[in-house]
């Protein structure tokens, strides 16, 4: 055991040292010249001004500009496409891994790898391609994302792809990108349909700001419905920013699924909930909670489970920065009889913007009867170039 804890406090050292050699950022500040933290309150989570940039088609300003931009290469006078492709890789590892039940602790220095060509083509239009692997996929390479844009206006734009259903929205709800282990479990849960928020999918999406009101509107084709074939989901969501970087929003998912045992019966499924985001002065928090029901696959009886998540973190304004995290979790099932509930705390050290080192302690406080309790403490390492 102790040198279990020993090895807890030496490698997040020997992370920083190493870390200290890197000299790159992401492709989007290297581009416009802009620190990371321009656009993230703690990368990779945005802030208000990362939200409107991916709102604007990852376009700094939506207005033309009066003189060809000398990064791009003019076709024509509708078309134009970037000199060179904004590419960008990241990088996790978790060097160590203690859990209740291993006897000693896990190494997995390198964990995920993904590599991402994200733009602007002609002054309307944006693309996002995120290929990914991962060590428990034995290193396969795998396409996560490939969304295409039009952006004519804030209070129109058109998206379409693979990926989840939700990919225009901005705000940390329920994003794929974390500062923690994993996602807030409401995210990464499926019940009963297996459904979670950040499934990829065919899916058309239309969104657009009126002010302070940001609305999207969405369907896909089902999680495991690769050629859009399926029943198909709809995604409804809206959002208002306050002030002080606040804002409140709502959501409503409905989908229904084709048994694969017998095609003939449909599982239907919905989540319904609200939602509440904070960005300010360094202080960020953001919450979530929903109501999910949906239907057994076996006997196509509804089930009512809520979920909810709260978590906040504040980062320092010191040459290296340092974010203290905490997280509260519950997910019911059972038809609300059970609940598995969870709390987090990290602290993560930004050596540069888009670098980071944290130590991170989770653990179950409320199980189902007949489950054992465990936790999990890991170190985790974190780069975008």
Wanted: glycine share 8%; proline share 5%; hydrophobic share 40%.
């Amino acid at each position: 055991m102790r040198k279990e804890w020993l090895c807890a406090l030496v490698l997040p050292v020997i992370g920083l040292g190493l870390a200290a050699e890197a000299q790159a950022v992401p492709a989007f500040a290297r581009k416009h010249d802009l620190a990371c933290s321009q656009c993230h309150s703690a990368w990779p989570l945005l802030n208000k001004f990362g939200r409107t940039f991916k709102e604007n088609g990852y376009k700094l300003d939506r207005e033309r500009p009066a003189e060809p931009d000398p990064d791009e290469v003019v076709i024509d006078e509708k078309l134009s496409l970037p000199r060179s492709l904004p590419v960008s890789f990241r990088y996790q590892g978790r060097p160590f891994e203690k859990r209740k039940d291993d006897d000693g602790f896990r190494m997995r220095v390198a964990h995920e790898l993904e590599l991402q060509v994200t733009g602007s083509a002609s002054h309307d239009y944006s693309y996002f391609i995120n290929i990914e692997s991962e060590e428990e996929h034995e290193w396969a390479v795998e396409l996560g994302d490939m969304v295409g844009g039009w952006h004519p206006r804030a209070e129109a734009n058109l998206l379409l792809g693979w990926g989840p259903l939700m990919f225009a929205d901005g705000y940390n709800a329920f994003t794929s990108r974390r500062l923690t282990w994993d996602r807030a479990a409401p995210v990464n849960t499926g019940f009963q349909s297996g459904y979670r928020f950040r499934d990829p999918t065919q899916f058309i999406s239309f969104y657009g700001r009126a002010s302070n009101l940001y609305y999207n509107v969405a369907v896909g084709t089902g999680r495991d419905d690769v050629l859009g074939e399926d029943n198909k989901d709809y995604f409804v969501r809206a959002a208002y920013d306050l002030p002080a970087g606040m804002s409140v929003g709502a959501f409503s998912l409905i989908g229904e699924s084709e048994l694969s045992a017998d095609p003939e019966r449909i599982q239907n499924f919905d989540r319904t909930g609200v939602d509440f985001q904070i960005d300010y002065r360094g202080f960020s928090a953001n919450a979530l909670w929903y109501r999910a029901d949906e239907e057994t696959a076996s006997t196509l009886v509804a089930q009512a489970n809520d979920a909810w998540y709260l978590q906040a973190h504040y980062a320092t304004r010191t040459p290296i920065s340092l974010v203290p995290l905490v997280r509260f979790e519950s997910v019911e099932s059972n038809d609300g009889v059970d609940a598995t509930k969870t709390a987090t705390v990290g602290l993560i050290a930004y050596l540069r913007g888009n670098l980071n080192v944290s130590l991170e302690h989770a653990w179950q406080t409320t199980v189902p009867a007949g489950r054992e309790k465990t936790y999990r403490t890991a170190i985790l390492v974190m780069f975008g170039l």
